[in-house]
């Protein structure tokens, strides 16, 4: 199982970084017979689940499920940043975390539907999670 912590940024970054790790998890196969992404083109539950189960026997698994969930979480950071830094106050009790166990029970949760998870998206949900365990408040 990988651990990978991702720390919440403390200054604003770049949001092309999040962008380019993204990029790279949507355009590196990983497999022949990977699962497709939703109708809307968007990472799905399914595909994600897929990573997971395949990154201890597939490298070319492990490095697009480490490049999605880095992309996912400096998104997640530059996000909160730039929201922070607008007219709003965001704070978080505890720096943002992601492993592939947290990734896997927040997709489990928020879609405990194995039928749905072809037309799930994932990123929401994990991003979700994410700012729940945190415990991040936004105020005016």
């Known amino acids: ?29 990983f497999s022949a017979h990977a699962l497709p992404s939703t109708a809307t083109g968007r990472i799905s539950v399914g595909q994600v689940m897929e990573m ?14 480490v490049a999605y969930v880095a992309g996912v979480g400096e998104a997640a950071g530059a996000i909160v940043d730039t929201i ?33 998870w072809s037309q799930t998206p994932a990123t929401p949900l994990i991003i979700a999670d994410m700012i729940k365990r945190a415990g991040c408040r936004a105020r005016d």
């Open 1 to 29: 199982m990988i651990q990978q912590e991702l720390p919440m940024p403390s200054v604003k970054r770049e949001i092309a970084v999040a962008a380019i790790g993204f990029m790279v998890a949507l355009v590196t196969p």
């Open 84 to 116: 922070g830094n607008a007219s709003r106050t965001v704070s978080c009790r505890r720096s943002f975390s992601l492993d592939t166990g947290s990734v896997r029970a927040a997709l489990e949760a928020g879609a405990p539907r194995q039928d749905n």
């Open 52 to 65: 997971i189960e395949k990154a201890n026997s597939s490298p070319i698994a492990r490095q697009t499920l």
